[in-house]
Nanobody, 125 residues
């Protein structure tokens, strides 16, 4: 599976962005999918995740109520809608896929099998 993240950019605080993660090579419809973010010198941290059918989602406390993860299995794509962005949301955002048909979202990067390249989100104050 190849994952391609897109949609990053520069936005003012309070603004919105929508990231996409398009998969190719095989269907991700049975995968748990997640978004992580990383800033220089810091470990990659969990942002949110979604189970294969969208029935369960999980969010880091820092983004709850502002970010929404969704998926369109017919398009083999996962999305991250980011609203009310803050300067502290500035990071490289990575999508990841876990090849496990499960109803639990895991938050550790080592649980995920496939990673896209990062897309940079910069929020100015």
């Amino acid at each position: 599976v190849q994952l391609q993240a897109s949609g990053g950019g520069l936005v003012q605080a309070g603004g919105s962005l929508k990231l996409s993660c398009a998969a190719s090579g095989r269907s991700i419809r049975t995968y748990v999918m997640g978004w992580f973010r990383q800033t220089p010198g810091m470990e990659r941290g969990f942002v949110c995740g979604i189970t294969w059918d969208g029935g369960t989602t999980s969010y880091a406390d820092s983004v709850k109520g502002r970010f929404t993860i969704s998926r369109d299995n017919a398009k083999n794509t996962v999305y991250l809608q980011m609203n009310s962005l803050k300067p502290e949301d500035t990071a490289a955002y990575y999508c990841a896929g876990e090849n496990r048909w499960a109803n639990v979202v895991r938050t550790t990067p080592t649980a995920y099998d496939y990673w896209g390249q990062g897309t940079l989100v910069t929020v100015s104050s």
